[in-house]
């Protein structure tokens, strides 16, 4: 499924946090929702939600290159490699986006950081 707006994002919160999709609040969990990409990894698919509270609030959060870097940089270190789908949907109204990452693919290897 490709993320790609608000109304996505929405139907996904509504369902709450489950064996395949995972929110946080912001990057500052990114090591955290690293971990949790490489269980999604090594059991299903998966989605994370960064920029939604625990109970499934939309918050969402500034993105600066930076952020983006940061992203990137953390999935370089999941070994063997994966393909990640990183979205960025932004909120109404506001300079705040609701960072989204799925659509896992890997080899059929154990994944670890």
Do not use: H, W, Y
């Amino acid at each position: 499924m490709i993320i790609d707006n608000l109304d996505i994002i929405k139907k996904l919160i509504s369902d709450a946090e489950s064996s395949n999709v995972e929110f946080k609040e912001t990057t500052g969990q990114l090591e955290r929702g690293m971990e949790t990409l490489c269980a999604f990894l090594n059991s299903s698919e998966g989605t994370i939600l960064f920029g939604v509270t625990d109970k499934g609030k939309i918050i969402g959060q500034e993105v600066a290159d930076s952020t983006k870097r940061n992203i990137a940089e953390a999935m370089k270190r999941i070994a063997p490699s994966v393909t990640v789908q990183v979205t960025c949907i932004p909120l109404p109204d506001t300079e705040k986006k609701i960072i989204a990452l799925n659509n896992f693919r890997f080899d059929k290897n154990s994944i670890s950081l």
